[in-house]
Structure formats: C-alpha cells, structure tokens
C-alpha cells in the first residue's frame, strides 16, 4: 500500500500569519492607537523587501540556479511572505520616537541573519534565527538608550474597557487556530506559558514579588502577540512535540533570568539566545557526525568451531 505524502502547511501559515498581522497593522494606525508613524512601518516592511530580494538574487548567482520567485505574481507574492512577517512585525513592536534608521536597521539585520545563522536541517541548511526577534534584539542592544518594545496600551488606546479584553482575546483565539492546524506548535506555546506561569510563582515565593503583578503581563496584548505569533515561528523551532516544549520552557526561563539581573526586554533576548544555542547545537552535531561514522565497530568474537561443537554435544546430552 503506498503512503500517502505529508502535506506541507508552512506556505498556508505564512500566508494565514501575513494575513493576520497585515489586518492588525492596519488597525492599528487607522483604530487601536499606534503612536508609530507610517513611515516608520514602511521604512521596516520596504528594508526588509529589499533585503530578502537582494540575498535570493546573491545565493542563485552563487548557486547556479534560478531565483525561487518566479514571473507568476503569486510566485512573488509567496516569496515575499517571511519578509512581509518580519518587517510589519518590526513596524509593530520597535518604539524609536521620529526615527527611521532603527526600524531600517531592524528589518534589514533581521531579514540578513536568514542568511548568516544556518545549520544543517535534514538535506538542507536553513537559517535558526527568528528573523524579526533577531532584528528587535539586536536594536534593543545597540540602541540602549533610543529604542525600547512599543508600549503595550498602545495597542487598544482607542478601544475603551471592552476592547481592552476583546482584541487580545482575538488574538489568543485565532493564534490558537493557526497553531495548532497549521504551524502545529501549540505544545511549544503551551510550554512557553505554563513555564512562565510556574516561574512567576517561584520568582514571587523566593524574592517576595507580589504574584499578580507579574501575572497581569500575560495579559498584555504584546506578550500574546509574542506567544502566538513570534515564540512560535514553525521555521526556526522544533518539529518534534516534546521538544517544542522543551524549547518553550528554556525561552521562558531565559526571561526570567534576564528579569532577576535587572535586564529589560527579556522575552526578546532570551528567544535570541536559545535560537542561537539551539542553531550552535545542530552545526556541532553535523559536525561530528563523520566522525562517528569512523569509529569503528567493535569485532565480533569468534568462537573456535571445537568449543562450538562441545557446546552443541552437552546441550544434546542434558
């Protein structure tokens, strides 16, 4: 009986992820309060377009093939979709005053370290760096004293008391949606958040923090944006279930850390580190791969066909 062949569901979830983030950015400027301006929202998405087009076009020359966008426009439409995420993500959560030159430097570093950071993933190499969280940290650790994550009542400033439960709720409801069918990373969403919550209960009993303030974060249309639309990137986290856990508990515990040493923007530094771990990691292992392949298997022993032949002959006579 043939099998049938899996289905692949990232270009769907890209295309459902781009959709998703296009309708709240547009919401956003037009609704809910953003305070970023246009401009900076399309100096990221254009930065980002352009430096995507700019690497597809250096690695086919290198390579010797054609590019992967095609003359359909549908085939641009497609290929365009990651820099899409990356650079409306970057608009949405980079607060740099009247500045532009953060938002062109976020977009254009997170769409580069697809091509810097790659290991080895089945028969190809793919980039191990959330893109748009490479770009938010990187600005947040060069721009110190300039840049800082888009405050969170930004986001549902001209929503009133009801929005303020409304559009996280959305978002929580169709982030689940689209995690589970089609990304299939709610194990990783759900070891985010449970870890969280048990940290937040240590971190309160150890160091005498009131629990609710810390708790109440969770709440913050920011953090679920981060849950459902960024921790979760089926690109550059595990396949396997328990990993993904495994990967959500660590992205969880690195925050808090950076927390207890009095460093802000720790969602975002902690996700860095344990995708640059995890991508060190799985170069180490192709790396040693060969040579474990050369360590020789252990020779067989063999018997002297006379011991053989006594051993037979007592088994026969008992």
């Not at 991508?279 to 392949?293: D, F, H, R, S, Y």
């Amino acid at each position: 009986m043939a099998t049938a062949t899996p289905v692949d569901l990232r270009l769907p979830a890209l295309r459902r992820f781009a959709l998703a983030i296009t309708v709240v950015n547009l919401l956003g400027h037009l609704w809910f309060g953003f305070e970023q301006s246009w401009a900076q929202m399309f100096t990221a998405l254009f930065t980002a377009y352009g430096m995507e087009i700019i690497l597809e076009l250096i690695d086919a020359w290198a390579a010797k093939r054609p590019t992967r966008f095609g003359p359909r426009v549908r085939d641009w439409i497609d290929f365009m979709l990651p820099a899409h995420i990356t650079g409306l993500a970057i608009g949405m959560l980079l607060d740099a005053g009247d500045r532009l030159l953060p938002f062109m430097f976020a977009g254009a570093f997170g769409i580069g370290s697809k091509a810097i950071f790659t290991a080895p993933v089945g028969r190809s190499r793919r980039h191990f760096m959330n893109p748009s969280n490479a770009g938010l940290a990187l600005s947040f650790m060069l721009f110190t004293e300039s840049v800082q994550v888009a405050p969170p009542y930004m986001f549902t400033e001209n929503l009133g008391d009801i929005g303020d439960w409304v559009l996280p709720a959305i978002i929580v409801c169709t982030g689940t949606m689209l995690n589970a069918k089609f990304t299939q990373r709610l194990p990783l969403a759900l070891g985010w958040l449970g870890s969280w919550a048990l940290l937040a209960v240590a971190r309160s009993l150890v160091f005498d923090v009131p629990f609710t303030n810390q708790i109440t974060a969770m709440t913050g249309t920011a953090f679920v944006l981060f849950t459902f639309y960024m921790v979760t990137d089926p690109g550059t986290t595990p396949s396997v279930p328990w990993r993904q856990v495994c990967f959500g508990a660590c992205v969880a515990l690195g925050h808090f850390f950076f927390v207890a040493i009095h460093i802000s923007f720790g969602m975002f530094f902690s996700l860095f580190v344990v995708c640059l771990i995890r991508g060190t990691a799985l170069n180490l292992m192709a790396l040693l791969a060969p040579l474990k392949m050369r360590i020789p298997s252990p020779a067989p022993i063999e018997i002297p066909s006379s011991l053989a032949e006594e051993s037979v002959s007592r088994r026969k006579v008992a």
